[in-house]
């Protein structure tokens, strides 16, 4: 008798780990005004779902926005939380820049803009992004 194929593995994760995932949202604020997960990760690792996020971020005054397989670049769709005003701050001192790169000046078309299109390390949207996200940008030979 033969027992059955396995075809995913069952991945347990301790709270540490799912602290860890849920940090790219969770820390969305004044110097990381965009975060984001893909739908997968949330409903595989973390089970929960887009919908208790967004109420969760919701409660923090934080904006959210999920996107589908075919208005995003991640395979299983993509979930973002933003802070709005942080994020339109940052757009506004940068506006030179954000305009240069092509990029919307709304935080809520940016948001979308940056799901749906990736950027090369060496576009001058690359560096904009990146500080959204609050990561330095990458110095680029």
Not at 2 to 9: D, G, Y
Not at 14 to 40: Q, T
Request: charged share 20%; hydrophobic share 45%; proline share 6%.
């Amino acid at each position: 008798m033969n027992a059955p194929v396995e075809t995913e593995r069952e991945i347990v994760l301790n709270d540490k780990m799912r602290s860890e995932i849920l940090h790219s949202l969770m820390a969305v604020g004044p110097s990381k005004p965009v975060g984001y997960l893909p739908i997968y990760t949330i409903k595989r690792f973390l089970k929960t779902t887009p919908k208790a996020l967004a109420a969760s971020a919701a409660r923090c005054g934080l904006a959210t926005a999920q996107f589908t397989t075919r208005t995003c670049r991640i395979k299983s769709g993509a979930f973002y939380v933003y802070d709005r005003v942080a994020l339109e701050s940052l757009l506004k001192e940068q506006a030179e820049a954000v305009q240069v790169a092509g990029l919307p000046s709304n935080a809520g078309a940016f948001v979308a803009h940056i799901a749906a299109v990736w950027y090369d390390t060496d576009h001058p949207a690359h560096g904009i992004i990146a500080t959204t996200f609050g990561e330095p940008p990458l110095e680029v030979d």
